[in-house]
């Protein structure tokens, strides 16, 4: 089994920066893709950013320039540096690790960003 712990949400002002942080812990193999995804008020769920195991990363458009994904992997850990925060970056964020076929979600982290 797999879990994830996310921490470092909050409430910031427009124009602000944030980091994100999720830890992985039990049966971590050693190619996997770990992400970022968030759900705007009243939408679905979306990509923000994913980075595998070999350092391949992939940004949604929305948050290119802004966000930045960097992970460690002795740590098993993703981090998502958030600058330049906008309101419309309000959402929940969920951390999400794969493994071959199996996926699994944090419990997602708010961040607040007021205009």
């Known amino acids: 089994q797999v879990q994830l712990v996310e921490s470092g949400g909050g409430l910031v002002q427009a124009g602000e920066s944030l980091r994100l942080s999720c830890a992985a812990s039990?049966?971590?193999?050693?190619?996997?893709?770990m992400g970022w995804y968030r759900r705007l008020p009243g939408k679905q769920r979306e990509l923000v950013a994913l980075?595998?195991?070999?350092?391949?990363?992939n940004y949604a458009n929305s948050v290119k320039g802004r966000f930045t994904i960097s992970r460690d992997n002795a740590k098993n850990t993703v981090y998502l540096q958030m600058n330049s925060l906008k309101p419309e970056d309000t959402a929940v964020y969920y951390c999400?690790?794969?493994?071959?076929?199996?996926?699994?979600w944090g419990q997602g982290t708010l961040v607040t960003v007021s205009s």
């Open positions: 980075e595998t195991s070999g350092g391949s990363t």
């Open positions: 999400s690790i794969k493994q071959g076929i199996l996926e699994v």
């Open positions: 039990g049966t971590i193999f050693s190619i996997n893709t």
